[in-house]
């Protein structure tokens, strides 16, 4: 079994900053890809930012050089500092993961987060 869990949303000012967190666990056998998803009321969900399976960053335009994506040196462990953050970058922020796990047999799947509200106020 393996859970997503986010935390760090909340409400905060234009032009303010928050750090959201977000942990992996369970039976995990090995992680490929780990970021960043928003959505936004009425909106699809996409892509905010996340690490590729070799390691790399993507990044949303209209985010960068205002976020940040980082490991945590716990393993399966990824934080978004968010900074100058906009009305427009108010949304429901999720984490998602692509993990095997070989519990019965090997399996490789997007595992999501509940997500974590992030307001921010003009």
């Known amino acids: 079994q393996v859970q997503v869990v986010e935390s760090g949303g909340g409400l905060v000012q234009s032009g303010g900053s928050l750090r959201l967190s977000c942990a992996a666990s369970?039976?995990?056998?090995?992680?490929?890809?780990m970021g960043w998803y928003r959505q936004a009321p009425g909106k699809q969900r996409e892509l905010v930012a996340r690490?590729?399976?070799?390691?790399?960053?993507n990044y949303a335009d209209s985010v960068k050089g205002r976020f940040t994506i980082s490991r945590g040196n716990a393993k399966n462990t990824v934080y978004l500092q968010m900074s100058d953050l906009k009305p427009e970058d108010t949304a429901v922020y999720y984490c998602?993961?692509?993990?095997?796990?070989?519990?019965?047999?090997?399996?490789?799947?997007?595992?999501w987060g509940q997500g974590t509200q992030v307001t921010v106020s003009s």
């Open positions: 998602n993961a692509v993990i095997t796990t070989t519990t019965t047999m090997i399996t490789t799947r997007n595992y």
């Open positions: 369970g039976s995990i056998f090995s992680t490929s890809g």
């Open positions: 690490f590729t399976a070799n390691g790399d960053t």
